[in-house]
């Protein structure tokens, strides 16, 4: 497995992004991507994941203003984010793994991914 992110810069507070990941090797029909973002000094906070039958959760930090979203032809993965804070600057990353063998369903915890991308830098000003 393959991620490559992108789409991340600096903006302003109250305006939008959309980060991309570009997964290669991911498996047709059991797959979990998530994004994880990462602050100076903070510990990995996941952020949104989508699973492969296309049910999405996300963090409560960021709970209706952003939204995941794939390309399944071309296993592009995407996080959209709007009304962006100061708070919400950080490394975005992207992490893939299969469901969880026990329940069937994609982990929560940032631990139990094991594919990373690089990340790719966002940036909020005030």
């Known amino acids: 497995v393959h991620l490559v992110e992108s789409g991340g810069g600096s903006v302003q507070a109250g305006e939008s992004l959309t980060l991309a990941c570009a997964a290669e090797g991911v498996a047709y029909n059991n797959y979990c991507l998530s994004w994880i973002r990462q602050a100076p000094g903070k510990e990995r906070e996941r952020v949104a994941t989508l699973d492969s039958l296309g049910s999405t959760s996300y963090a409560n930090s960021v709970k209706g203003r952003a939204t995941i979203s794939e390309d399944k032809a071309n296993k592009i993965f995407y996080l959209q984010m709007n009304s962006l804070q100061p708070e919400d600057t950080a490394t975005y990353f992207c992490?893939?793994?299969?469901?969880?063998?026990?329940?069937?369903?994609?982990?929560?915890?940032?631990?139990?991914?094991?594919?990373w991308g690089q990340g790719t830098q966002v940036t909020v000003s005030s």
């Open positions: 992490a893939a793994d299969g469901v969880l063998p026990l329940t069937g369903h994609c982990s929560t915890k940032v631990s139990d991914y094991g594919y």
